[in-house]
């Protein structure tokens, strides 16, 4: 079972700031590697204290490659809809170059209506930007000159450089949440999958993980080789009631930040996002307790995620868990605690 980091900064100014957040990152992530955890990720959103420090994942984690030997860098994601898709192709495969063929390349819609604003781009074309976008990318990764007429972007006799180190290309991962279309997409396309569940939305998301398995199989990729990833809070303590104590603090930052950057959908409607709407009342009736509850986080001991573990693993099928483990302002003391318990007492459980 593979097991991974999910960077995702969510603080305010008070309570760090985002030089120390991506030292703390660096410093992580290193020890992440020598631990024997899979995989690292970050974010690219805009704008924010909701993600915003981190407008560009695939910078931070050339960093990242620098500084490990093994672990795997994943853009968790880029957004196409900002970003031009040649572009993104040749910086991805500098990363992958420069982490020697250690590279997943993560792509998502975005959800922020300020983003779309701000980038020029109507969220009503974020699909099909989306997709036609992530076609040009394989296209380059693979051919080596490429022509392309499509509905944004035309392309005459392109040769990409420089080339990824992998071959056909680097793995290529979709992230989803809501939107059935997504999940059903990635697996048509023998594309690995990014889930973020939300509360009370559980037995939806499985729904929408088995419709891309699905996909995947009706696509003729083989059964059982297509992967789930699991975006989840982590805070572990060698006693129950001193985790909950700890991780009411930063998740209730999250929850805070979280409402404020999708405020403005409470007067938005959008064909591409359908039921996108109703999420601002859904996330202020967040609470650290409910996100326990649902499943959302890894909070406790050791003994208690790995509990959880196994619980998502009954519920989803083979999934690997992306642990947020230094949201909210959270300490060098709480993070390397989390992170050294988890490897220590939790994955020697599933390895």
Excluded at 139 to 147: A, F, G, I, Y
Excluded at 229 to 244: G, H, K, P, T, V
């Amino acid at each position: 079972m593979k097991f991974g980091l999910n960077f995702f900064p969510a603080f305010r100014e008070s309570d760090t700031t985002t030089a120390a957040y991506f030292d703390q990152c660096l410093r992580l992530a290193e020890r992440a590697d020598q631990l024997g955890f899979d995989s690292v990720k970050t974010v690219e959103h805009q704008f924010f204290d909701y993600g915003g420090h981190s407008p560009s994942p695939i910078v931070f984690l050339a960093a990242v490659a620098a500084r490990t030997t093994r672990i795997r860098p994943i853009t968790g994601a880029v957004i196409p809809a900002f970003n031009h898709p040649v572009k993104s192709a040749a910086e991805l495969a500098m990363l992958d170059n420069l982490s020697n063929g250690r590279l997943d390349a993560g792509f998502g819609r975005a959800f922020l209506p300020k983003e779309f604003e701000v980038f020029g781009v109507s969220m009503d074309e974020s699909r099909a930007r989306f997709e036609e976008s992530i076609d040009i990318i394989a296209r380059l990764w693979t051919e080596d000159r490429v022509r392309y007429e499509g509905r944004f972007y035309k392309l005459e006799d392109v040769h990409l450089m420089p080339r990824p180190v992998q071959k056909p290309h680097p793995p290529i991962w979709i992230a989803a949440i809501a939107s059935p279309e997504s999940f059903v997409w990635a697996g048509s396309r023998g594309y690995y999958l990014m889930i973020v569940p939300f509360a009370n939305q559980m037995e939806r998301t499985r729904e929408f993980v088995a419709a891309y398995r699905q996909a995947w199989r009706e696509a003729g990729f083989a059964p059982g080789a297509e992967r789930v990833q699991l975006a989840l809070f982590c805070y572990l303590a060698e006693s129950r009631d001193e985790a909950l104590r700890g991780f009411d603090r930063p998740v209730r930052r999250y929850i805070e930040l979280l409402g404020e950057a999708v405020g403005s959908w409470s007067t938005l409607r959008s064909a591409d996002y359908p039921g996108y709407d109703k999420m601002v009342a859904a996330i202020s009736a967040l609470s650290p307790q409910i996100i326990i509850d649902n499943h959302l986080a890894y909070v406790g001991t050791p003994e208690d995620a790995a509990a959880h573990v196994q619980w998502h693993r009954d519920f989803f099928g083979e999934v690997e868990p992306s642990m947020q483990i230094n949201f909210g302002g959270i300490s060098d003391l709480e993070a390397f605690r989390t992170l050294d318990l988890f490897a220590s007492r939790v994955m020697p459980r599933y390895h």
